[in-house]
Each structure stands twice: as structure tokens, then as C-alpha cells.
């Protein structure tokens, strides 16, 4: 199975602060790569979906981009309700993996 | 509104067995993939299985293959997960989660979750 990996683990980071968070693949996943956002309690939401797309409701300050094996999501400038845990997911081989995660805090 | 509510979660021995339900609403249920997800205290996410918007074709993570199977009820219209000869490591909270398109997909629609306990 593809293993995905996060990078960093954690990150701090202040209110209005750009934000870039990386998901690297163990193999091509082309395109087929989706980034969800998790707050403490909450089920996961789909932020970005075929790694440019941005879900129905999300804000624009949010965007991705990568393709093959590196991945990125980009939030441009941070709003209190975004520090959360974020997390990549491939669709481009059975089974369907997700990475690790990546906690944005705040500094 | 489309929404997805889980039930069926709780406290079970291990070697036991649950069945959890999702009931989903506000979209045509037929028409997608449905998966439940999974994620053990403090961890990440691990899809667990999957099953076609017919029924036809069902899919399970290497971990709970033999163990567990999916089922959904158009009638009804719910999603289900018979959960057999459980261990410990299948605590967790459970996710069902709907496909974004009519194939194999992400997922843009999950419940609340419900949380099941292994432990004696």
C-alpha cells in the first residue's frame, strides 16, 4: 500500500501567519490526492480534493498543489479557527491511505 | 441538509462482537461509495471499508478482513458494519464517511462518529 508521509509533524505558528504543510508519497499517486481539515472533536472535512481542488464552502485562502509523489497545502493567511490537524489522503491505489498528520498550533 | 448519524458504538470483551449503523439522509443514497473510517484515541485516520453505491462490490483493509463486513439497506437507508472477533486495537471512533462522486472517491460527508471500546 502507498504510505504517505507528513511533514513537519508540528507546526506553531501565529494568527495571520502563511501556513505550508507537505505530504509526500511512496509512490505516484498523479493527481489523486485529497487534504482534510480535523479540529479537536470534530469529524474530518474535506478541504481539497484531486490536489488543486477546493471542496464546496472552503475558504479561499486555502489551496494545494503537487502532483506524483509531493504534495502541498497552503493556507495564506491564518484564521484562529484553522488551527487544527491536518490530513492528506490518495485515492490513486487500493487501499485508500492516509498520512500521519500535521498539527497546526498556535505559537 | 445531507447528514450522516452513527450509532452501535460501546463497551465489548474482547473476541466479541458489535454492529454499527449509520443512517444517511439528504442525498440519494444509491448513488454513492460509502466507507466507515476509523481513528484509535489520539491517532490518525484508517480507512477500514468500503462498499459500492449498488452493494455490489466491498472492500476491506488488510486489519479487519475475515472479521468484519459491510452491508447497507436502501430501504432504510443505512449503512452498516458487523464487527466480529474484536481486539483491542479495533478501539476507536468510527467514522462512516460518503463518497464525493459516484465512484471511488474522497469523502465529503462524514457522521459524528461512534466509539467502541474493547477491553475486558
Known amino acids: 500500500e502507498i504510505v504517505l508521509t507528513q511533514s513537519p509533524a508540528t507546526l506553531s505558528l501565529s494568527p495571520g501567519e502563511g501556513a505550508t504543510l507537505s505530504c509526500r508519497a511512496s509512490q505516484s499517486v498523479n493527481s489523486n490526492l485529497a487534504w482534510y481539515q480535523q479540529r479537536p472533536g470534530q469529524a474530518p472535512r474535506l478541504l481539497i480534493y484531486?490536489?488543486?481542488n477546493r471542496a464546496t464552502g472552503i475558504p479561499a485562502r486555502f489551496s494545494g498543489s503537487g502532483s506524483g509523489t509531493d504534495f502541498t497545502l497552503t493556507i495564506s493567511s491564518l484564521e484562529p479557527e484553522d488551527f487544527a490537524v491536518y490530513y492528506c489522503q490518495q485515492r490513486d491505489n487500493w487501499p485508500c491511505t492516509f498520512g500521519q498528520g500535521t498539527k497546526l498550533e498556535i505559537k | 441538509e445531507k447528514q450522516l448519524l452513527e450509532s452501535g458504538g460501546g463497551l465489548v470483551q474482547p473476541g466479541g462482537s458489535l454492529r454499527l449503523s449509520c443512517a444517511a439522509s439528504g442525498f440519494t443514497f444509491s448513488d454513492y461509495p460509502m466507507s466507515w473510517v476509523r481513528q484509535a484515541p489520539g491517532k490518525g485516520l484508517e480507512w477500514v471499508s468500503a462498499i459500492s453505491g449498488n452493494g455490489g462490490s466491498t472492500f476491506y483493509a488488510a486489519s479487519v478482513r475475515g472479521r468484519f463486513t459491510i452491508s447497507r439497506d436502501y430501504s432504510k437507508r443505512t449503512l452498516d458494519l458487523q464487527m466480529w472477533s474484536l481486539r483491542d486495537d479495533d478501539t476507536a471512533v468510527y467514522y462512516c464517511?460518503?463518497?464525493?462522486?459516484?465512484?471511488?472517491?474522497?469523502?465529503?460527508?462524514w457522521g459524528q462518529g461512534t466509539l467502541v471500546t474493547v477491553s475486558s
Open positions: 484531486d490536489s488543486v
Open positions: 464517511a460518503k463518497a464525493r462522486t459516484g465512484s471511488w472517491s474522497y469523502f465529503d460527508l
